[in-house]
């Protein structure tokens, strides 16, 4: 089975700083990766996905920016947040079994 | 192009009474759906999917899903509710593309009253 770690757990951010959350994932080599913004605890919206290595797809417009250095690593980053960026960020990674595994998220709060 | 419906916001249900969760779906070809739970600021876990096979899908906890292909629903149902049961549904539908990518409803907020 996957698993995926996620950290830092909770985040306070000031607005206009820099943003780096880390996803990485045990197991299937070269998963599909995802990241979802959950914001109010209410509906998923999917921000990137990556196919592989070095390979980054944007759903939405937006201050925030993906990248996958490493198989099993999918970074979250932003060079300056803003207030509209506070949300739950949940990492998820497609198993071969048609299943799909999420971490345990970060809230981050854009103060 | 896919997308979920989560018609109702919230549900109410006591407690050892059965439960509905409704969700419709609308997609090209034969449907991948998923149903999750979220427990407050806890991650997504996995209770059941639809491939492939017998309509009805039997997940963890006791849940389980009907798939009707003719009205385009999967909605997740448990004979008897528990408290512990309260928590967030999401219903989600996986793209045909490559990027095989979930796509979810706005989620259902059950409330189990004792």
């Known amino acids: 089975s996957q698993t995926i770690h996620q950290w830092p757990a909770t985040l306070v951010q000031p607005v206009g700083s820099p943003l780096s959350l880390e996803c990485t994932v045990e197991?299937?080599?070269?998963?599909?990766l995802y990241w979802y913004r959950q914001a109010a605890g209410r509906g998923l919206q999917l921000l990137f996905y990556s196919v592989g290595i070095g390979q980054i797809s944007s759903e939405v417009p937006q201050n925030l920016s993906a990248s996958r250095p490493q198989d099993r690593q999918f970074i979250l980053s932003s060079k300056k947040l803003l207030l509209s960026d506070s949300g739950f960020y949940l990492c998820a990674e497609r198993d071969r079994g048609y299943g799909y595994t999420f971490g345990s998220g970060t809230r981050l709060t854009v103060v | 192009a896919q997308s979920v419906a989560q018609p109702e916001d919230q549900v109410n249900v006591a407690e050892g009474n059965p439960l509905t969760v409704k969700c419709t779906y609308s997609?090209?070809?034969?449907?991948?759906l998923f149903w999750y739970v979220q427990y407050p600021n806890r991650g997504l876990q996995f209770l059941l999917k639809y491939i492939t096979g017998d309509n009805l899908v039997k997940g963890s906890y006791g849940f389980e899903a009907e798939f009707n292909k003719s009205q385009t629903s999967f909605h997740l149902k448990k004979p008897s509710a528990l408290v512990s049961d309260s928590a967030l549904y999401f219903c989600?539908?996986?793209?045909?593309?490559?990027?095989?990518?979930?796509?979810f409803g706005s989620g259902t907020r059950l409330l189990v009253r004792p």
């Open positions: 197991g299937t080599s070269n998963p599909n």
């Open positions: 997609v090209s070809g034969n449907p991948y």
């Open positions: 989600a539908v996986r793209t045909m593309d490559s990027s095989y990518k979930l796509i």
